[in-house]
């Protein structure tokens, strides 16, 4: 592992190698201290690096996986030699604590690795063969070979509330670089300083691996223009996304739009339900209550799989539920928000379902703008069935719970729901008979279904859907966490006859 690293602020934008000024200046919003200045992106911009991520493909597509994962490997090492550097800045900017953002680096880090070691086994290729029948009647068969190949230049959008694992260095731009494919990442203003120095990280690895410069840019935001540049520029072939339905939404629109339409992976965030089964709640309520509570706060609330939903049986244990909830979720404090924006939108959100027909409210707060406090809201199934904006996402600390009057309405409140990336059966033994009724209603629902425990915790590893059927992500075959989400950025390709001293180098 190299030396700790010595840093500085660039400022500027990575295109290709080479440090960038843009037109004109934007700052970021730090929760202390004195902001720092960030060069403007431009559309200008993401043509120069999507031009040089083709030049770059040209070699990065063909070349080795024991390479790539060298690459992979280096860019976590420079990562992990300015970690201090990237702590300093995440907490200045967004507020989060140094435990949290250490655990963040850790993950992306590890992520990198992991994707380094699972290329170098291969079975991510899917490779097939279909030896020649040259004596077959009526008609002879050719021999077929049939591999993944990664497809191109690749845009990222960096995600707010993630500033390593889902931005400059985080998934999607893991997965691209593992597939073989060049990324032009859309820097995130809410913590330019981190992908700042994220980026110089990866140029170090680059220089040192020898990889083209190409394979890797970064244009810092400030301007709406950069980000529409990134999904309709040509040369790019496919697009990762994490962030809000209506901005996700509209990308996804563009993409769609354009002359050769593009995949976007777009994960767009989820209420995430949980169905709190009758025997589970009657011996320990309580216990699910308060860990909702905590569930429901942790990071004030800033996960896409934070889990705004509990769904409960109407009665004195369903009652006891929620007072152990409300009870807890008294005891937090505020926290700082990631962003003004996210601020006030989450207050937004508040004052919409308090505003709503039926809704009881059982905890409110007061805070100011980039603070939040936990809300605990109330309503009946009939209620959430009539009106669907109940089922929309708030950002943030706030929980809804609606509660069925049978085992029928709580049924017919899973079958309401809309696409999610997680669902959640909390239960004993007992409550067996309902969960195989709800089972296959919620695994048609979200990408991940979990059996007594709480969603936020998002496993890296072969087995992890982080994904779901619209509006939880635009595309339901596809994952953004875990060794499967490589395969977003391959397409099949058949080699019928084709010499094997012709066939790409991946086939050994």
């Known amino acids: 592992m190299p030396r700790r690293a010595r840093i500085m602020l660039m400022g500027k934008h990575l295109i290709a190698g080479e440090w960038v000024e843009g037109e004109g200046v934007f700052e970021n919003t730090p929760v202390s201290g004195v902001a720092d200045k960030f060069s403007v992106g431009s559309a200008e911009l993401v ?10 493909f040209v070699e990065y597509g063909v070349s080795t996986r024991v390479f790539r994962a060298k690459f992979l490997r280096e860019i976590a090492d420079q990562i992990d030699a300015r970690g201090e550097a990237i702590t300093a800045m995440g907490t200045k900017e967004t507020g ?169 992976f777009g994960e767009l965030g989820s209420v995430n339900p949980m169905f709190m089964l009758p025997h589970a709640v009657k011996t320990k309520g309580a216990t699910l209550g308060a860990g909702w509570a905590a569930s429901l706060t942790m990071g004030a609330g800033q996960f896409c799989t934070n889990p705004g939903i509990a769904v409960v049986l109407e009665g004195d244990e369903g009652a006891a ?17 990631l962003t003004d924006g996210i601020a006030a939108a ?27 406090t936990p809300y605990l809201f109330q309503t009946t199934a009939a209620e959430w069935l009539a009106n669907e904006e109940l089922g929309e996402e708030v950002f943030g600390p706030l929980g809804l719970v609606v509660v069925a009057k049978d085992e029928a309405e709580m049924l017919a409140v899973a079958k309401s729901l809309v696409g999610q990336l997680t669902c959640t059966l909390h239960m004993d033994d007992e409550d067996a008979p309902l969960a195989r009724q709800l089972l296959p209603i919620l695994e048609r629902k979200a990408g991940r279904v979990l059996a007594n425990g709480f969603p936020t915790g998002v496993e890296v590893c072969d087995t992890m859907v982080h994904g779901g059927p619209y509006p939880a992500s635009t595309n339901f075959g596809a994952t953004s966490v875990g060794t499967l989400s490589i395969r977003r950025f391959l397409r099949p390709v058949s080699y019928q006859n084709i010499p094997v001293s012709l066939l790409p180098a991946d086939f050994s």
Request: net charge neutral; glycine share 12%; proline share 7%.
């Open 47 to 56: 043509d120069r690096a999507a031009r040089a991520a083709e030049e770059a």
């Open 346 to 372: 989450y207050h937004s959100g508040r004052d919409r379902v308090a505003g709503s027909q039926g809704v009881q409210t059982l905890l409110t707060t007061t805070c100011d703008l980039r603070n939040a």
């Open 96 to 264: 989060l604590p140094e435990g949290r953002l250490n655990g963040e680096r850790g993950r992306t880090v590890g992520q990198l690795r992991l994707f380094a070691d699972h290329i170098e086994k291969g079975d991510y290729l899917d490779r097939r063969f279909d030896a020649a029948l040259p004596d077959r009647e009526p008609l002879p068969r050719p021999e077929i070979r049939m591999m993944q190949r990664p497809i191109g230049p690749v845009s990222v959008f960096g995600a707010s509330n993630f500033p390593l694992a889902f931005s400059t260095a985080g998934g999607d731009t893991a997965a691209a670089l593992a597939a073989g494919c060049p990324v032009v990442v859309k820097g995130h203003s809410a913590h330019p300083g981190v992908s700042d120095i994220v980026a110089q990280a990866i140029h170090a690895a680059i220089e040192i691996c020898g990889v083209h410069p190409g394979v890797f840019s970064q244009i810092q935001g400030g301007n709406r223009a950069v980000g529409q540049a990134c999904v309709q520029h040509p040369l790019i072939k496919a697009v990762g996304f994490t962030g809000s339905l209506g901005g996700g939404r509209a990308l996804f629109d563009l993409c769609a739009a354009r002359p050769e339409p593009i995949p976007f």
């Open 321 to 337: 539920f929620v007072h152990a909830a409300q009870v807890a979720l008294k005891q937090v404090g505020a926290q700082t928000m």
